[in-house]
């Protein structure tokens, strides 16, 4: 068993349940005004921890090129936060296999946890925030989305 190929496969997982939430978001619910934290704001800050905690060490984070503050006044659109997801996605193909699962560090100074450890954290913000937007859609869109157990590609990369 190769344990990189798995983190992968699992961060693939959650973020493909996330897309699938992005892209069956009805614009209704995406940037309604009586939400506190809107369908889209989850999503982003979702994508920016993913990528932030995907790095070996804080120090090596570089920002998304189009980020900008999302409390600020204009929401991400549907197409710029799924083109983030595709670059958190190439973050993680390309982070994930080198990363050193052995350190005892996390790499944040905020988190004392060894880097396997993080991954798993990380890993599980993701999959925490897409199933409180499964939740929203299904409460709010009456939308019923599916589950990703692993990254069907893992096969194909072995």
């Known amino acids: 068993m190769n344990l990189k190929q798995v983190i992968r496969s699992q961060y693939l997982a959650a973020l493909a349940m996330l897309?699938?939430?992005v892209e069956k978001c009805p614009q209704s619910v995406w940037d309604d005004p009586q939400d506190q934290f809107k369908f889209w704001s989850k999503s982003y800050h979702t994508l920016?921890?993913?990528?932030?905690?995907?790095?070996d060490a804080e120090k090596d984070f570089v920002q998304w090129e189009k980020h900008r503050d999302?409390?600020?006044?204009?929401?991400?659109?549907?197409e710029e936060v799924l083109e983030y997801l595709s670059f958190v996605e190439k973050q993680i193909e390309e982070k994930v296999p080198v990363s050193d699962l052995e350190s005892a560090d996390s790499g944040f100074s905020w988190y004392p946890?060894?880097?396997?450890?993080?991954?798993f954290v990380n890993i599980r913000h993701i999959q925490q925030h897409a199933?409180?937007?499964?939740e929203c859609l299904g409460s709010?869109?009456?939308l019923e989305l599916g589950?990703?157990?692993?990254?069907?590609?893992?096969?194909?990369q072995e």
Do not use: C
Request: proline fraction near 5%; glycine fraction near 6%.
């Open 19 to 21: 897309k699938e939430a």
């Open 48 to 55: 920016f921890y993913a990528h932030l905690y995907v790095q």
């Open 70 to 78: 999302p409390d600020g006044d204009i929401p991400f659109t549907r």
């Open 113 to 119: 946890v060894n880097r396997l450890e993080m991954h």
């Open 131 to 134: 199933g409180e937007l499964y």
């Open 140 to 142: 709010r869109a009456n």
């Open 147 to 156: 589950w990703t157990g692993y990254s069907r590609n893992l096969k194909e």
